[in-house]
């Protein structure tokens, strides 16, 4: 495994000059890349052959690396065939950046009428749709447990069996179980039981209102929760990346530090620094 950071982290509100300078401070080769519906980045448009290859290089001449690519698409939005689209075009991309894995949502909200087996059934046919689609690429794609449909348990054990491919997985975000309600220790059984289907990682820390970090808080329930920085919340982050690597996961560990607002701005990038020094400890005794 290695670290890497989403380039939101990445940008002069965090108080970096410029990209290079963030991952240069904060001594990390690997990221992962936004791309918006119209295939833009913070380092430009990569709608074309060219310009793809001109980031590479760029890239490639500092020794950075993509990790995976970040898709914004909702399954449960009216025009279902854009969303599809969408995520073709970013997996098109993946190639020319010497990138593998497509991050994606599922339904991003709740749609009046439907079962959790109804989005399980309409995520497959959309994943398998896609997977047909880019089938000469060697891409993965990712769904994040995210939001409330996302981290349901049942619902992704579901879908993977249902979508039975291995170029479809999970983007873990080691946090989201945890902000969803289920008490700590099963995060854990569940991060364990999802491991072998891990393609990519968020990694986050949160810290729940004591009392009740063993008391299910389903659907956002009883509890307070806030994010914490990666090296201070709740969860055990050596345990994580133990269970992940006993899976045989072995690609990114990618830093999406959601504790950021509760500080004042000037500790951001301490705080990040000291986030990347937790992880890359950990990597090297693991």
């Not at 490639?60 to 995976?68: E, Q, T, Y």
Request: charged share 35%; hydrophobic share 40%; proline share 2%.
């Amino acid at each position: 495994m290695f670290l890497a950071i989403r380039d939101v982290f990445l940008g002069k509100e965090l108080g970096f000059e410029e990209p290079f300078k963030a991952l240069e401070f904060l001594g990390i080769k690997s990221i992962e890349l936004h791309v918006t519906r119209e295939l833009g980045t913070m380092f430009g448009s990569v709608s074309t052959g060219a310009s793809r290859k001109k980031l590479l290089e760029e890239l490639s001449s500092r020794g950075i690396g993509v990790c995976a690519i970040l898709v914004e698409n909702d399954f449960g939005a009216r025009d279902v065939r854009k969303e599809i689209e969408y995520i073709c075009k970013a997996c098109e991309v993946c190639p020319d950046l010497n990138c593998k894995v497509v991050r994606i949502n599922a339904f991003m909200r709740p749609v009046s009428g439907l079962s959790m087996r109804d989005y399980v059934i309409k995520s497959a046919e959309y994943i398998r749709e896609c997977l047909r689609v880019v089938e000469e690429y060697d891409v993965s794609i990712a769904m994040e447990n995210h939001g409330l449909i996302g981290n349901n348990r049942e619902f992704i054990r579901e879908l993977i069996n249902e979508v039975s491919s291995e170029r479809f997985g999970l983007t873990l975000d080691t946090g989201n179980f945890y902000w969803y309600g289920y008490p700590l220790e099963e995060v854990y059984a569940i991060i364990e039981e999802f491991a072998p289907h891990v393609k990519h990682t968020h990694i986050k820390n949160f810290e729940v209102e004591e009392g009740y970090r063993d008391k299910p808080r389903l659907g956002l329930g009883i509890g307070r929760i806030r994010g914490a920085p990666i090296y201070a919340g709740d969860i055990d982050m050596r345990r994580v990346l133990s269970l992940l690597r006993k899976g045989d996961y072995d690609h990114d560990t990618t830093i999406e530090d959601e504790s950021l607002h509760r500080f004042d701005k000037r500790e951001w990038k301490e705080i990040l620094r000291r986030d990347a020094d937790h992880l890359r400890k950990i990597l090297e005794e693991l």
